[in-house]
Each structure stands twice: as structure tokens, then as C-alpha cells.
């Protein structure tokens, strides 16, 4: 299969605050990132809030620029492409049907924007590929003149998914598409992308905190933990056989339906990591019950020889302290 998306040592930090006198304080967002995205598969971007998901995600859309690394967009540099050239390649879905959909446009409107930003087909043929993508997404053509106020929430969602798959793109990124919704619908909306993935060839780069709905729709996972991936491979791969400790927690922490076993204790403690003043060395090792001194002093290296996993366990391993 083909690389439809190929980031390399791909870097964004942030400045935030404002300090008259003294160094203002960086967020380093992504670090080091290096990730590839297959024609047709579905990556899963997973991770706790503040590790970097929806900034590697903005990068791709070429929303935001990377301070370092590169990009490429079906073998082309992101930056060299244009941004029509862009648009017809990847398309976005927001976490928000809410808030994504502009409350004062009929709903054939919203999804045959896209179509007239581009300047594709009159207004009447505009029209009638709308309302066909409506009707391919689960919607009657009758919603085709409401406004989004006067749908539901997974409705709205399934009229963003139309609006992005209108100028017919190879990718589709979806940034925490279903948690936003009552839970009866979120199963909806995730066979509806699955369908229309194998309908209509296509890619998704999905971000989530789920690991459920990632275990459901993904074919890779990549585990990311401030601001770096700590552990990539198949799904099967990281929900069989997890191996950054990390990603095992993350598992742990998972609810079952089974009665009486409660709320589950991954040992990560209640704490996140300040992200302004980031731990030295690898930045798991404070919430780590496998830590030893090495980790506290010096970052891991992915090892793509073990499976793409950034832990000193497999790399001569550690001791603990």
C-alpha cells in the first residue's frame, strides 16, 4: 500500500503567558514525531488529554505549521501544496457538531460549501450532490432546508461527515468524532464510518481518548504521551500484547460492564504531568511503576526493531531503583 501521509521528526512547541522580564514559558506540544498512514487503513491517535493528539492533528491538516520535521501529503511536501490542492486530499471532522456547523445556513448549504470554495459544478448541480451525500450519510433529503439547530446531535455529526467527503478526499481526519454524543449514538456513527470507509476507499486518521471506539474502528494504534509516540503497531498488537508500560496502563484503566468489580487503579495516580516543566529523561518515569535511575536521566530512543516502542525496557533494560 501506498504512504498517503508521511511525518518525520515533526516538532510544534507554544509560547504561552506573557513575562515582561524573564523567558516566557514553552509548551512543547509534539516532539519528534515520526508517523506514516497507509492508503486505507485506519490510524488511531490515542492518549490522555494534553499529549499532543489534536496539535499532530491540526499539523496534518496543515492548519498549524511544524516548527521542525516535515510532512508529506501523497508524496508531496505539505507546504508545497496548495491549499485547494489540500482540501480535496484531506478533510476534517470536528469533535463539536455543535459548534462546527454554522447555525445560520440551511443544512444543503453547509455541505455544498466546500463544493463552491472550490468552485466545482453550478448551483443546482451543487445542490443535488449535497442532498445525494445527505441520504448517503443516514439523513432524508427533507433535512437538506433545515438548519443544524433543528437536529439532533448525531445528526449534526453525519452532516459534517457529509461536508467533508462532498469534494471527495482520500483522507479523513477525525478528532474525537463520537464524544460529543449520548452513547446510544456513538455506535451509530462509527459503522456509518466504517461503511463508508470500505464504500468509498478511504483513509482515517482517527484521534481519541477511547479506547474502545479506537479498538472498534482502528487497524494501527499509535500511543502518544506528552508530546511523543511511546508505542505504535496493529491493533491487535497493542490490545493483545501492550508493551510500553504506558500503554498497558492505559488498558487497565479501561471500564468492564462486569458487576461488583469497580472503578479500575492503573497506578498512574491523579496527577498529570505539568506540562510547562516536563520530568527530565523519559517523561512516563514519575507515574511508572517499572522506572529505574536510567529512565530518570535519559530519554528513550524508539526502537523500530521491537516494534516501534520508546522504552529503556527493551532497549538493555532498566533497574529499578
Known amino acids: ?46 492518549g490522555e488529554s494534553g499529549s ?19 510532512i508529506r501529503m501523497a508524496g508531496e511536501d505539505l507546504t508545497a501544496i496548495e491549499r485547494r490542492t489540500l482540501a480535496r486530499l484531506i478533510q476534517p471532522v470536528f469533535q463539536d457538531p455543535y459548534s462546527s456547523l454554522n447555525p445560520r445556513k440551511r ?24 442532498t445525494a451525500m445527505l441520504e448517503r450519510v443516514g439523513l432524508p433529503a427533507r433535512d437538506a432546508e433545515v438548519y443544524p439547530s433543528e437536529l439532533s446531535g448525531g445528526q449534526r455529526q453525519r452532516v459534517a461527515i457529509a461536508r467533508a467527503l462532498i469534494v471527495g478526499p482520500k483522507i479523513v481526519l477525525l478528532d474525537e468524532p463520537t464524544s460529543a454524543l ?55 498488537a497493542i490490545f493483545l500484547n501492550p508493551r510500553h508500560p504506558y500503554t498497558r496502563a492505559l ?5 468492564t460492564p462486569e458487576p461488583g468489580l469497580g472503578v479500575p487503579d492503573t497506578g498512574l495516580g491523579l496527577a498529570f504531568p505539568n506540562p510547562l516543566d516536563p520530568p527530565a529523561g523519559c517523561a512516563f518515569h514519575p507515574r511508572c511503576p517499572e522506572a529505574g535511575p536510567r529512565c530518570r536521566i ?4 524508539v526502537l523500530r526493531e521491537a516494534g516501534l516502542v520508546a522504552c529503556h525496557l527493551y532497549d538493555g533494560g532498566t533497574s529499578a531503583a
Open 251 to 255: 488498558l487497565d484503566s479501561v471500564l
Open 107 to 130: 443544512v444543503a448549504a453547509i455541505v455544498a460549501l466546500p463544493l463552491a470554495v472550490l468552485g466545482i459544478g453550478s448551483a443546482k448541480e451543487r445542490r443535488a450532490r449535497a
Open 1 to 46: 500500500m501506498n504512504a498517503l501521509i508521511e511525518a518525520r521528526g515533526v516538532s510544534r512547541q507554544f509560547v504561552v503567558g506573557q513575562r515582561l522580564f524573564a523567558a516566557k514559558p514553552v509548551i512543547r506540544a509534539v516532539i519528534d514525531v515520526d508517523l506514516t498512514v497507509l492508503s486505507g487503513e485506519v490510524l488511531g491517535i490515542v
Open 298 to 301: 535519559e530519554v528513550p530512543r
Open 182 to 236: 449520548d452513547v446510544s449514538v456513538q455506535s451509530q456513527i462509527l459503522n456509518l464510518l466504517l461503511d463508508l470507509r470500505n464504500d468509498l476507499g478511504l483513509t482515517y486518521v482517527f484521534i481519541s481518548h477511547n479506547l474502545a471506539v479506537v479498538e472498534h474502528v482502528a487497524t494501527r494504534v499509535a500511543v502518544m504521551y506528552l508530546g511523543r509516540i511511546v508505542e505504535a503497531a496493529d491493533r491487535e
Open 52 to 70: 499532543g493528539k489534536s496539535t499532530l492533528g491540526k499539523m496534518l491538516l496543515g492548519l498549524i505549521a511544524p516548527d521542525r520535521g516535515t
